[in-house]
């Protein structure tokens, strides 16, 4: 197969799109790179419900859902 026929994609994977700076850029990125024909997928350990920043419809979009706050920092660490 060819480069010019191969299927580009990609994933971002980021805690959450919930304000701040490397979740802006994030979603830029997708956005970017989904405009130029890459099938891109955007992960997120929070759900969607706070996202901040818009994505392109082509953008698949994953919120796992599975973020919490701990109750001390022993059980944060074991968690993580």
């Excluded at 919930?18 to 024909?37: R, Y």
């Excluded at 419809?57 to 919120?63: D, I, K, N, T």
Aim: net charge negative.
């Amino acid at each position: 197969m060819s480069d010019s026929n191969r299927l580009h994609r990609l994933a971002l994977v980021i805690h959450s799109l919930d304000g701040g700076g490397a979740e802006h850029v994030a979603a830029e990125m997708a956005n970017q790179w989904s405009a130029m024909g890459y099938e891109v997928t955007l992960i997120t350990l929070d759900s969607a419900e706070r996202d901040r920043f818009p994505l392109s419809p082509q953008v698949r979009r994953v919120a796992l859902d599975v973020m919490s706050d701990s109750p001390n920092i022993l059980s944060g660490l074991f968690a993580n």
